[in-house]
């Protein structure tokens, strides 16, 4: 017989204690849930003091219980975006300090981001997604709608990079996008193939001495 062992499942995670623990499944993004009548005053500080990206969702304080019909506990939902993988050990660290209940791998990080207002969950109450807050840079605006909101303001950024950097290689942009700026960059890289290998290629037969204004090609510099 098989020791029975606790699911996690969510929008943005479906996990054993077992799989969540793995010593090999080292990841960047990782969930916990805070209480407040447990979690110590200066959690936020704790967090923001590490220099990792994260999030908070607004104060869960409407959530039924489907067994019970009462109202859980008041809780936040949080998630880390690390620069580096981390492990469970690692993750579970930051849960002690805390005081929270053992941290969740993010399986998708725009279901997670979604969750914290139940964006997926109709039959869920319908937290205020402005009361969502980012810290330490946390970008989530790619993640409020399904196909994400700001593709034209991404490729906006990018095309200023590629400009700025004088990129001229779809591998050397992938490379910085998976890098650099996975959560912010990489989607709009993947699925904007063809724009962006057709703005490189043009980037790289442009004339570096280039008049905006006038058109006009300015002579190399020798």
């Known amino acids: 017989m098989q020791s029975a062992q606790k699911y996690y499942v969510q929008e943005y995670y479906i996990m054993t204690d077992v799989d969540n623990q793995k010593q090999d499944g080292r990841v960047r993004n990782w969930s916990w849930i805070v209480y407040p009548d447990s979690a110590p005053e200066n959690w936020r ?24 019909n009462e109202i859980k506990k008041p809780h936040w939902h949080i998630i880390v975006s690390f620069k580096n993988k981390k492990s469970y050990e690692q993750a579970l660290d930051i849960a002690k300090q805390l005081n929270s209940p053992d941290p969740i791998k993010v399986a998708s990080l725009q279901g997670a981001v979604q969750y914290l207002w139940h964006r997926n969950n109709p039959e869920k109450y319908q937290y205020d997604k402005s009361e969502v807050v980012a810290h330490n840079g946390f970008k989530y605006r790619q993640y409020l709608t399904d196909i994400g909101v700001d593709t034209d303001v991404i490729l906006q950024e990018i095309v200023a990079w ?45 004339p570096k001495n280039y008049d905006f204004e006038t058109g006009e090609i300015l002579s190399e510099d020798k």
């Open 45 to 68: 500080s704790i967090l923001d003091e590490t220099g990792e990206k994260w999030i908070e969702s607004p104060l869960h304080d409407k959530d039924i219980n489907e067994t019970t």
């Open 162 to 206: 590629i400009s700025e950097t004088n990129c001229s290689e779809y591998a050397d942009l992938v490379d910085y996008a998976v890098t650099e700026k996975f959560d912010d960059w990489f989607p709009t890289v993947r699925s904007q193939t063809i724009f962006l290998v057709a703005y490189l290629r043009s980037n790289r037969h442009k």
